[in-house]
């Protein structure tokens, strides 16, 4: 999932993978580190959502295909961010909490649940998960930029720095 715009000048931006998922709490608690590389980076790096539901989170798999409506309806990362604001309600109330939260951001409630039950963003999910697990993801979050992979799903310790680092290098080469 990407909701970014092209730079101004047209030139390809850095782009980091973030793999993962919306029932998570370690997705929840990487959301400090996402938004300190925005206020970094700007538009300069593109974050890029990637779908990794987990089979022990039941409800992952619908919030990722929530997720992509929310994209849809123009609200992909505030989305994402307010779900995983709420990992521990969404354990417990499931589906009906995927519709809610896109009521509250004024998003067609409707509509999200129709596109749950029709299933129009299961390919996308299905897509995401297929290449994750084929480039060696195995938890959330993960990040990939640059070629390399970073798992933060053990621990989320210095892996903002060492982004900034393979950013930085990326954005020094472009010049």
């Known amino acids: 999932m990407s909701d970014s715009s092209p730079t101004p000048t047209g030139t390809p931006v850095p782009v980091l993978d973030v793999w993962c998922e919306l029932q998570c709490p370690d997705c929840r608690s990487a959301l400090d580190d996402l938004h300190a590389l925005r206020a970094r980076y700007g538009d300069r790096l593109e974050l890029r959502l990637r779908h990794f539901p987990l089979e022990k989170h039941k ?12 994209l849809e309806q123009g609200k992909g990362w505030a989305y994402v961010e307010a779900v995983l604001g709420r990992v521990e309600e969404l354990d417990r109330k499931g589906e009906p909490l995927l519709v809610e939260v896109a009521g509250e951001l004024g998003l067609d409630a409707e509509e999200f649940d129709t596109a749950l039950i029709d299933g129009r963003h299961i390919l996308i999910v299905d897509a995401d998960q297929a290449e994750g697990k ?5 938890g959330t979050p993960t990040y990939v930029i640059g070629g390399e992979r970073l798992d933060g ?8 720095e060492r982004i900034e680092e393979i950013a930085d290098r990326l954005l020094a080469g472009q010049d």
């Open 153 to 160: 799903g053990k621990s989320q310790e210095g892996l903002r």
């Open 59 to 70: 409800h992952a798999f619908a919030a990722a295909q929530a997720a992509e409506e929310a």
């Open 134 to 138: 084929a480039i060696g993801v195995t």
